[in-house]
């Protein structure tokens, strides 16, 4: 169990500029999230993967953001033409199988400042 | 709306004291609840559990009890060491149909000193 992990830990870019982050979970983990954190709050349900599947998108989740799981693998996640408002902790997360019996192990998450 | 509340953002007690962390629910679909620790520039970490059949669940130094009819858990740890300083999240899970979905509070620092 290595963990989930995540890159780039730190994200600096430019109103309107595209970003795209990486998760990689824990290998044997069919099920993926990813939650986002802001200042002040708890995370926030962002959205999940079953295996490549995509079952549910936030409504926190605008057409701008765009996530993937090919192969049922790693994850990413897409912002696109960023604005100041998306400034926030983006955190991944896996599980095997469902939450009563397999908590969510989070990455460290990947910080993200849109200036 | 808040569904998962932590109302105390911070907490400070003595080392080899007991820590109690509140939380409160509005959503009477949530079954289940954990909490979660989590140190700065690090995700959240689960700690413990507990199934709304349930009223109490131990693990260790931490307890967490579950007081259904008032929508109310608490997360007791004893003694506090000055290591359990962190952040503390309550969580819950509901039975519908986002069963995979977690609706997090807002967190409570809590301070153990030395």
């Known amino acids: 169990d290595t963990g989930v992990s995540q890159n780039p830990r730190h994200k600096i870019t430019k109103r309107g500029q595209n970003v795209t982050f990486r998760c990689d979970p824990i290998?044997?983990?069919?099920?993926l999230y990813w939650y986002r954190q802001t200042l002040g709050q708890g995370p926030e349900f962002l959205t999940y993967?079953?295996?490549?599947?995509?079952?549910?998108k936030s409504r926190l989740l605008s057409d701008r953001f765009s996530a993937e799981r090919p192969k049922g693998s790693f994850s990413t996640l897409e912002i696109q033409r960023t604005e100041q408002g998306d400034s926030a902790m983006y955190l991944c997360a896996s599980s095997l199988g469902g939450q009563y019996n397999s908590p969510l192990h989070f990455g460290n998450g990947t910080r993200l400042t849109v200036t | 709306d808040q569904q998962v509340k932590q109302n105390s953002p911070s907490l400070s007690v003595q080392e080899g004291r007991i820590s109690i962390l509140n939380c409160d629910y509005t959503?009477?679909?949530?079954?289940?609840f954990l909490w979660y620790k989590k140190y700065p520039a690090e995700g959240p970490t689960f700690l413990i559990s507990?199934?709304?059949?349930?009223d109490k669940n131990e693990d260790g130094r931490f307890t967490v009890f579950l007081n259904k009819s008032a929508k109310h858990l608490s997360l007791h740890i004893v003694p506090s060491q000055p290591g359990d300083s962190a952040v503390y999240f309550c969580a819950a899970i509901g039975s519908g149909g986002s069963n995979y979905k977690l609706t997090f509070g807002k967190g409570t620092l809590l301070t153990v000193n030395p």
């Open positions: 507990i199934s709304s059949i349930k």
């Open positions: 959503n009477s679909m949530f079954d289940y």
């Open positions: 993967f079953q295996n490549e599947a995509q079952l549910e």
């Open positions: 290998s044997e983990h069919n099920r």
